[in-house]
C-alpha cells in the first residue's frame, strides 16, 4: 500500500504529470551547503552549513490548507502536486531514518513558517519544517524553482549531507510519497 493510500490521500499519480530532469540540479552533488540562517517552525533558526552529521532536507513546492483552495491548474504543473503525502511518507519513515544514521531531517519551502507551522501540527510532523522565504538558500544554491500565482516555489528535489557537504541529490522526485523510501534504500546502500 503506498503511503497515499495509507494515509487517505488517495491520488492516482498516473493522472498527474510526472516532473522532467531537466538538469536543474546537477551542479548540487559535492557542494558545501552555505551558511544561510533559514526559520524553522519549532522556533529554531538554523543554519545547514552548521549541521553536524548526516542531514536529509526535502525541497517541495507548497503545502496546501483544507481550507485554501490550490491554485488554477496546480494539478497540470509536473512535480506540484504532492506535497502533503510525501511530508507524511517522511513522517512515517522518520524511525528508519534515525536508526540509518540521519541526524537532522528538514522539510523546506518558501512558504512562512507560520504557514508551515500548520502543517507540522495538522500532519504530526516529528521534524521541523525550514522557510527560505527570502530565496536565500535557493540562489546561494541555485535550486530549481518555478513560479505560479505570483509565488517563487520549489522544485521537489531531495538532498542527502553530511557534515555540511551535499553527497546525494534526489531530483525530479515523482511520485513524491516514495521520496522517503528512496532515501532509506540510498543510506542502506551508502
Given amino acids: 500500500m503506498s503511503a497515499s493510500a495509507k494515509h487517505g490521500l488517495e491520488i492516482d499519480w498516473s493522472t498527474i504529470p510526472a516532473p522532467v530532469d531537466d538538469g536543474a540540479a ?13 526559520p524553522a517552525t519549532d522556533g529554531a ?7 553536524q552529521g548526516r542531514s536529509v532536507i526535502f525541497a517541495y513546492p507548497r503545502t496546501g490548507r483544507p481550507d485554501v483552495a490550490l491554485p488554477d491548474g496546480w494539478n497540470d504543473i509536473p512535480g ?13 519513515l522518520y524511525a528508519d531514518l534515525r536508526a540509518l544514521g540521519v541526524d537532522h531531517l528538514f522539510g523546506l519551502s518558501t512558504q512562512d513558517s507560520a504557514y508551515q507551522a500548520e502543517a507540522v501540527l495538522r ?21 530549481p524553482s518555478f513560479e505560479v500565482a ?41
Avoid: W
Fill in 80 to 92: 506540484a502536486r504532492g506535497c502533503t503525502p510525501q511530508s507524511c511518507a517522511f513522517r512515517d
Fill in 45 to 51: 533558526v538554523v543554519s545547514l552549513a552548521a549541521l
Fill in 123 to 143: 500532519l504530526h510532523l516529528p521534524y521541523a519544517m525550514l522557510s527560505d522565504q527570502g530565496l536565500a538558500l535557493r540562489d546561494a544554491l541555485r535550486l
Fill in 26 to 38: 546537477d551542479h548540487l552533488r559535492g557542494m558545501t551547503l552555505p551558511d544561510v540562517s533559514l
Fill in 150 to 190: 505570483g509565488e517563487v516555489l520549489l522544485k521537489r528535489l531531495t538532498l542527502i549531507c553530511r557534515d555540511g557537504v551535499i553527497e546525494d541529490v534526489i531530483y525530479p522526485v515523482f511520485p513524491p510519497d516514495e521520496n522517503a523510501s528512496q532515501v532509506v534504500e540510498r543510506l542502506k546502500k551508502a
